[in-house]
């Protein structure tokens, strides 16, 4: 059993340091209420909504960055595995859209978001990786980013490679949807989750950025594709009116604090049974896993 | 736009003839009110419980043989294309879950089940042959089964064969599910819809058959995944105390008849636009197909 956090804050577009110390905050509190495991969103260092990738370049850093090297440390000074989403300089040309996993006392994991999502194109270098699945104290952690959980071979590579509980940093957009549903976006990871059996845990942010309004919609599922733990944005099929104070929702929502007021936070957290996700058996003769038929599979040419 | 129907009905184990002249009524009642194209559950003309494949096999039959036939007539007859799983006789041995696609003044196109479920692989020979996908006057339509909508692979390679509506019989049993949630098979149709860009409808069955309670969760979803039709065991998220009638539910229930109460169907149907999922396109610059990273997918190898 893990504790996994998602701690969902609104970074200001550009101001990295700022961005750091207000993660750096949450990441303390939700260490402090018993998180092993702590998502922060995509581009947490950054923001997100920038005009190109000159501006984006602007707020990326190397993996030997500040961004990283605080989460490093913290990740060590508190014993968490910490996964959170930067923009990462590319001496080649237009940054990556990365997330870094750092575990207690070891070397930053970085991976590259490899399906860019629309406009990114024109500001990031697509990742040319697998995502990476890493042992950590915790259990087998896989990393994505965002829309590359939309890709179900991208998931299933993952949890091939024997992910317990994918951590994906997310920057989910709010998109018309029929009155009374979830988020498209929360029933993908549900769908996901219980195909593969592994737990997930997407990390969003909310606000609004240069007229993009983000979701706010985190949510933390277990192996059978349930929800463990989701803000009220992500359940809102249960609540048609969504709620106008983000801040002041979300399943296990931090205390107010002087600085929730400024930059409405919300933390998700959840007891995840990690070792459900080696058990791919669904019924007496069935597993997920080994059902599948990968020599027809491989049969289909393009 | 095309009218598409789930002729959700309660098979007798074994009782071939009775079984298809029910389908056949509740066809001929979909077609009158205007469907194009009508789904039946898995094993519509057998039932579904056999105690092992010599049981099951004495409920099945050839492609040639009456069900098929009498389906294909209909479909002439109708003007309409008609999805329907039968039990099919295997001269080699244990029969095929199968399912036939029947098309106006047209050939049967036979689907075996690829992805055999639980104790299906005790009584039935699996199918190894890809999902058809077969241009028809209504559009092009993929056939798979039940836990073949399961796997992301296959439902990718309909679509990537261009399916703009995958019709599949199913018979999904009654799963224990967290109070307030849709069954699971209903939210991975959605996803797999959504991911995909192609609609899909999925005729589950009802009743109970030696101890194995049927869902009755039959659902529509457009190439968004958002449901159009489906049963109230479908959406009972929404409504927490199921009814106890099934044949009283359904968002388009059929007109009570004498048959329906000697043996409750719930008939859902559902306008699509099936030209819709000919555009992959979600965003200004993203494509649920062009934006696959296949190269990334072949290099994992497992």
Redo the contacts between chains.
């Keep these: 059993m893990a504790l996994v956090a998602c701690s969902q804050f609104t970074p200001v577009l550009g101001a990295v340091s700022e961005n750091v110390d207000r993660s750096l905050e949450l990441i303390r509190e939700a260490a402090s209420r018993g998180a092993k495991v702590v998502v922060l969103p995509e581009l947490a260092s950054s923001g997100y909504a920038f005009a190109n990738s000159a501006e984006a370049a602007a707020a990326s850093e190397p993996a030997t960055g500040s961004a990283v090297s605080r989460w490093s440390e913290a990740a060590s000074e508190l014993g968490i595995v910490i996964v959170a989403g930067f923009a990462e300089t590319n001496p080649a040309g237009a940054p990556f859209n990365s997330a870094a996993l750092l575990a207690p006392d070891a070397e930053p994991v970085i991976y590259r978001k490899?399906?860019?999502?629309?406009?990114e194109?024109?500001m990031f270098t697509?990742g040319?990786?697998?995502p990476p699945v890493v042992e950590t104290p915790v259990g087998r952690i896989g990393v994505m980013i965002c829309?590359d959980l939309?890709?179900?071979?991208?998931v299933?590579?993952a949890a091939?490679q024997g992910a317990d509980l994918i951590c994906a940093p997310v920057n989910w957009p709010v998109v018309q949807?029929?009155a009374?549903?979830r988020p498209?976006e929360v029933?993908?990871v549900?769908?996901?989750a219980?195909?593969n059996r592994v737990a997930i845990a997407a990390c969003d942010r909310g606000g609004n950025e240069r007229g993009v309004e983000w979701s706010g919609a985190s949510v933390i599922v277990d192996a059978?594709?349930?929800p463990l733990a989701l803000t009220d944005q992500a359940a809102d099929?249960?609540r048609p009116e969504p709620p106008t104070v983000p801040g002041a929702s979300g399943e296990a929502a931090a205390a107010g604090t002087a600085s929730d007021r400024l930059d409405p936070a919300t933390t998700i957290i959840a007891e995840i049974d990690l070792q459900a996700s080696r058990t791919k058996r669904i019924?007496?003769?069935?597993d997920?896993m080994a059902?599948?038929?990968?020599d027809?599979?491989e049969?289909?040419t393009?």
Excluded: C, K, T
């Design positions: 490899a399906h860019l999502w629309d406009r194109r024109l697509p040319n990786d697998l829309y939309e890709f179900p071979e991208w299933r590579i091939l949807r029929p009374g549903e498209g029933v993908r549900q769908a996901e219980s195909m059978d594709g349930w099929r249960l019924a007496e003769y069935s997920v059902d599948r038929r990968a027809l599979y049969r289909f393009e």
